[in-house]
């Protein structure tokens, strides 16, 4: 069985300009999840799909983070303009149903961030 | 908002000994899961033990669940160097989001 797959691996940008991340979960998977997670601290949540249907993005950074599952398959996440903080390990993960209902997540690689 | 905490924050043993890793939470959960990560795989599923459970056994790991104290712990048997990784607890939000909230995790390192 394929796992999650993300791409790129590693993005180096400046600050205030842009870029995107992409996900292609594990097939059949109806939940989407994208990670940020800093170095030493453990993931934090930005945003769950529900098939293509957002079911909670209380923390992510509206005014310069976005992210869709247009198909209800795969995901792109876009941060624009980019700031320094933002310097990060992106992960994107999938499960069959919620997570918090007692199902296991299945993680992607990450794309490593580093804004200059 | 952080729901779980591990402790101890790092935990250094030489290989053969057993390794536990603590978690306390705040509010009510109706799951727990415990997550490993290394550079070589990733972030990985262990174990799930739910809020009717006291104990989960997978192949070397022993998980305990206390709701009334709001704790888990992870134990690790006859630790290998392989084992070194960062072990987080994740727990359901109390809101209906039915989200993960993970800890800041424990290092492990096994010495070989």
């Known amino acids: 069985e394929a796992g999650v797959a993300q791409s790129p691996r590693y993005k180096i940008i400046e600050k205030r300009q842009s870029v995107a991340f992409w996900c292609n979960p594990i097939?059949?998977?109806?939940?989407l999840y994208w990670y940020q997670q800093i170095l030493g601290q453990g993931p934090k949540l930005l945003i769950q799909f529900q098939n293509n249907g957002v079911v909670d993005d209380s923390q992510l950074p509206k005014d310069r983070f976005s992210a869709e599952r247009l198909k209800g398959v795969d995901s792109t996440l876009k941060i624009q303009p980019a700031k320094l903080e933002d310097s990060a390990v992106y992960l994107c993960?999938?499960?069959?149903?919620?997570?918090?209902?007692?199902?296991?997540?299945?993680f992607g690689p990450g794309t490593r961030l580093t804004v200059l | 908002s952080q729901q779980g905490e591990e402790d101890p924050q790092a935990l250094s043993i030489q290989e053969g000994e057993n390794a536990t890793m603590n978690c306390s939470y705040k509010?009510?959960?109706?799951?727990l899961q415990w997550y490993r990560q290394n550079s070589g795989r990733g972030l990985v599923h262990l174990i799930l033990i739910r809020s009717n459970e006291r104990e989960k056994h997978s192949g070397r790991l022993r998980v305990t669940l206390d709701t009334s104290k709001k704790s888990s712990s992870l134990l690790i048997t006859a630790s290998r160097a392989a084992d070194t990784a960062s072990y987080f607890c994740a727990t359901d939000a109390e809101d209906s989001s039915y989200k993960l909230i993970f800890g800041s995790g424990t290092r492990l390192l096994v010495r070989p």
């Open positions: 509010t009510s959960i109706n799951n």
């Open positions: 097939s059949g998977h109806a939940t």
């Open positions: 993960a999938s499960s069959l149903r919620l997570a918090g209902a007692g199902n296991e997540q299945f």
